[in-house]
């Protein structure tokens, strides 16, 4: 097996332990925690190729399904999936895919922000659905609730993935999955 063939499911696994310790980080601002959970997964895509960024994401979640304490707070469990924050966690591998599409080792840190926003404003979208349709709130009080107070959290959050990321792959450039 090659060297990148064994990176390619090592890092998946990487990722989704990256995903998994920064949930864990809770910022207790205001009725709603920030937590970190979309700062790692839009890192770990913006460093991975779109594939293992995608799988590492997945990952994240099947260790949460089959009750792993992952998700932020501890949370684990199936029921996670049927819940009002359900579509959150489920666009976690859409997030992933889409800004690791949009980024690799020379893009310009305003695109990986631009591709951070793109891919979180996908989770904001399943969020505010399972919060409407699973949480029954009307559409007003979902983005009320699920939407409007994480907009400058997140965007601060996509600012310093951008600004982490280059230095990062500058530090991993000399291996050739990184470029």
Known sequence: ???NRTLSLIL???GAAIIAALAQIVIPIGAVPITLQTFAVGLVAAIL???EATLAATLYLILGAIGLPVFAGGGGGLQSFFGPS?????AYPFFAFITSKLTHAETPIWKIFV???LGDAIVFVGGILSLHFLGKMGWSAAVAVGLTPFIIPDLLKGL???LVTKPVLKALKNHSYFN
């Open 1 to 3: 097996m090659t060297q």
């Open 12 to 14: 998946p696994a990487f």
């Open 49 to 51: 190729k779109p594939r």
């Open 86 to 90: 359900a579509g959150y966690l489920l």
């Open 115 to 117: 591709a951070f926003v």
């Open 160 to 162: 310093i993935v951008a």
